[in-house]
């Protein structure tokens, strides 16, 4: 079986598939890649099943060595990215586009320019080992591969059935840099709170918190105030989701991540919508963001 | 039953009490339809999780009022699951003036009461047990002022109405009364929770 090396893996660099849904009920959450969507082009790109395990690499720097044959996809936040041949050959990588190793090379992602998750996956997809159904890494409860470390050789799965579709460059804008929108929805305890804080809360500019992780994004601003008889009332702990908004005692928002606590006692009072989530994984530090309700029922 | 909004691909259900609770968990678990993806039970709530291109908000919400449960949870015939304990806990004396008993007697009263999982929180495989349908409640017990910043894996521990083992070494604020050598999270076993919701539990004192 061939491998990959990890020459450096950056500030961070996680395997993820689509997660482990379906165990909530013994205390594990469903993990998986924060960018959905751009897991799921980079497995596309190189002909892999959507939930093919690849690397979600934080803030870019990642260093991989990649053996001759080896078809690799870059997705999700923008970075100068190049291959490197061992006789020292330096080309441009296309992000968006399936690119395949003649040589061994080494792909070397710069510092990420857009967004903060590039998600890097080979042909093949990484066959490490799946522990409750999954290659991903739940970085709150420990579970699923660790982090990569500079020596580990991560194992390339067996080529799939799908050829590399022919698709040329995939037009696809970079993540945001200026004002972010999530649309969200009413959350279970959305009645604990304030008119004014239901205002505040889709109304202003949120700034995103450098304290944001895989666990949740938090999100500076104003703050949301509770209904006077709730004040200090302790909320017994209920199930979560990835995108609900749980609002500390201090009146501030955290938007749940997909490593979030299967259960939570701050009181949730809005969800982001499920086609806005995959917007939360590219959010940088002081990034500017709105909550607007969503269309729908309640 | 309320059923309270959770945004595009969930609902709450909220009850009365954690009986209803398991009931509802209980009765879901064996008949929901095949849009309802995950059930996640609480204290006072079950989350439901949603797929909305198999089933919209509208119509699961119509199905759970439907199949609200009338009655709250009986014993169950979850699996029996008997755990040996040493009660030599650190908090064995809180525990014992709370209840206004003798050291020994906590160990008796907390092996006489049967106990049934009745959610996992806090941490994989950290299982809340509650004593049985059929018993007597043991007087509520309270959490420590303070969090102790590591507790051993196996810790057997009292909070509220809650009985739980530690599954892991963890910082926690539950009174300590005794431990064992079960193992509650094991990823060798097909179920790696020892104590699923639903799960009957008997603790046996064994000597120190």
Redesign the interface.
Known sequence: MSAARVIEPGPLALIHDLGR??Y?????SASGAFDRSAHRLANRLVGNPDHAAAIESLLGGLRLALPAGTWFAVTGAWSDAVLVTDEGARRAVEPHTATRVETPAELHLGTVTHGLRTTVALRGGLAVPA??GSRSRDTL?G?GPEPLRTGDMLPIGPEPATPVPPADLVPIDPPRDGVVELR???????DWFTAEAWRLLTTSDYLTSARSDRTGVRLEGPALERVPDLVGVEL??????R??IQISPDGAPTVLGPDH???GGYP?I?????ASLDLLAQLRPGQPVRLRL?A??? | MRLLPSGDRALIAEFESLSLVRAAHELWVAEAPAGIVELVPAARTVLVRIEPRVMGLGAAEQWLTAHAPVAPAGDGDGPLVEIAVTYDGDDLAVVAETWGCSLEAVATRHTATPWVCAFIGFAPGFSYLVPAAASAPLPSVPRRATSRPLIAAGSLGLAAEYSAVYPHASPGGWQLIGHTDAELWSLDRDSPALLAPGTRVRFVARPS
């Open positions: 849904p379906g909530a009920s013994l205390g594990v522990l409750l409860a579970l969200v929805r009413p959350g279970p305890r959305h017994a702990s209920e199930g979560m989701l995108g609900s606590p299967v259960t949730v809005a969800v982001v919508v499920d969503a729908g029922r309640y």
